[in-house]
Antibody
């Protein structure tokens, strides 16, 4: 069974940093691209970042480019999101999600974790 | 980026009735459209990809149709567990974008 488990969320002050992790199991992790998608309280879904199965290709939403860094450790089946210079508008539940291919191409997301809440507030 | 517009924002349906949800893209996305279901406090779940292909384990009462710019998700006979928010997502162009959601509630 495919499982994705996020961790690392919490309360952080504006301008601060946070690192999210996603532990994957139940599938060949390196064979699939992964994404982070966020959902502000009471709002819809916003794609944040994606990384290819091998980790060599990454992409970011304009809203986080230059502040967030996505990475993966295929030896540990772990996806990460380093978030710097956080703003109030980054407050959201952050989901990691699996794509059906190894490529960073627009695709559906066929499995999602339960999410971790990031709150940016002073 | 492509803007996805869902209608209506809220749909009130009685159990056993048919529910029809719409999704419109700001430009053609061929059939590169997915539908997700999200229940309160839960992660989204993939229902449909390729505009009409049900994901593994999704009941046959869920069906998708459309291509180009106009898409529809139909729930043929609404069950109690189907009350949720439904999102469409295009993946024809980068970045992938989501609609704002349609909430299906009990009438």
């Amino acid at each position: 069974e495919v499982q994705l488990l996020e961790s690392g969320g919490g309360l952080v002050q504006p301008g601060g940093s946070l690192r999210l992790s996603c532990a994957a199991s139940g599938f060949t992790f390196s064979g699939y691209a992964m994404s982070w998608v966020r959902q502000a309280p009471g709002r819809g879904l916003e794609w944040v970042s994606a990384i290819s199965g091998g980790g060599g290709t990454t992409s970011y939403a304009d809203s986080v480019k230059g502040r967030f860094t996505i990475s993966r450790d295929n030896s540990k089946n772990t996806l990460s999101l380093q978030m710097n210079s956080l703003r109030a508008e980054d407050t959201a539940i952050y989901y990691c999600a699996k794509a059906p291919t190894p490529y960073v191409s627009a695709a559906e997301l066929d499995c999602w974790g339960q999410g971790t809440l990031v709150t940016v507030s002073s | 980026e492509i803007v996805m517009t869902q209608s209506p924002p809220t749909l009130s349906v009685s159990p056993g009735e048919r529910a029809t949800l719409s999704c419109r893209a700001s430009q053609s996305i061929n059939n590169n459209l997915a539908w997700y279901q999200q229940k309160p406090g839960q992660a989204p779940r993939l229902l449909i990809s390729g505009a009409s292909t049900r994901a593994t384990g999704i009941p046959a009462r869920f069906s998708g149709s459309g291509s180009g710019t106009e898409f529809t998700l139909t729930i043929s006979s609404l069950q109690s567990e189907d009350f949720a928010v439904y999102y469409c997502q295009q993946y024809n162009n980068w970045p992938p974008t989501f609609g704002q959601g349609t909430k299906v509630e009990s009438k």
